[in-house]
């Protein structure tokens, strides 16, 4: 059984004013460069039998940065398409939808929690059937957190439950034959 490294890329100017960033291709801030670094200093590459990242600039710096310049780019681990909502921060967002929130209610003219679990679902299965001891990927916040959801069966509204920082990592695996949260947040 595969384990599944997962990386969100370093901060960004707006993951770091929590402006919800999809299709914006900006590059890291000094701090995200350095959480990269980091990153490649508690993992080695040798380890990873296959290495995915998201298309976007700050996924493919952060997993250079690390080491994995040679990353397989797959636009299943792109952020959750967040359509009329891109760059606006949640508290902005609420003053005309109050009870907006991505894990219930998707996005306006983004993508739907259906068309994220399918993509996501995607990543998983080839993951799980690479045959591979190690996989790990570099991705976006809430993907990230939407691709732990489906790993684990769960509903996409638990990965409100799941906060994940900027330049962390975490690992998904099993509980012998059940899927399992290993490391989160690291």
């Known amino acids: 059984m595969t384990d599944l490294y997962i990386v969100r890329h370093g901060e960004t100017i707006w993951s770091k004013s929590g402006q919800h960033t999809s299709v914006t291709d900006l590059d890291l801030t000094p701090t995200g460069k350095d959480e990269a670094r980091k990153v490649g200093e508690e993992l080695t590459r040798g380890d990873f039998g296959l290495v995915l990242t998201s298309p976007r600039l700050r996924a493919r710096r952060t997993a250079e940065l690390a080491g994995f310049g040679d990353a397989e780019?797959?636009?299943?681990?792109?952020?959750?398409?967040?359509?009329?909502?891109?760059?606006?921060?949640?508290?902005?967002?609420?003053?005309?939808?109050?009870?907006?929130?991505?894990?219930?209610?998707?996005?306006?003219?983004?993508?739907?929690?259906?068309?994220?679990?399918?993509?996501?679902?995607?990543?998983?299965?080839?993951?799980?059937?690479?045959?591979?001891?190690?996989?790990?990927?570099?991705?976006?916040?809430?993907?990230?957190?939407?691709?732990?959801?489906?790993w684990l069966g769960w509903g996409l509204e638990l990965g409100a439950q799941i906060p994940l920082k900027t330049g962390t990592v975490s690992i998904l695996g099993f509980e012998k034959e059940s899927p399992a949260i290993v490391r989160w947040n690291v």
């Open 73 to 150: 780019v797959t636009e299943d681990l792109v952020e959750w398409f967040y359509g009329d909502y891109e760059g606006r921060t949640s508290a902005d967002i609420r003053k005309e939808n109050p009870d907006w929130r991505i894990w219930t209610t998707d996005p306006k003219n983004g993508e739907t929690r259906e068309q994220v679990v399918e993509r996501l679902g995607r990543v998983v299965k080839r993951v799980q059937e690479s045959g591979v001891d190690k996989a790990i990927v570099f991705s976006h916040g809430h993907a990230s957190r939407a691709l732990a959801c489906v």
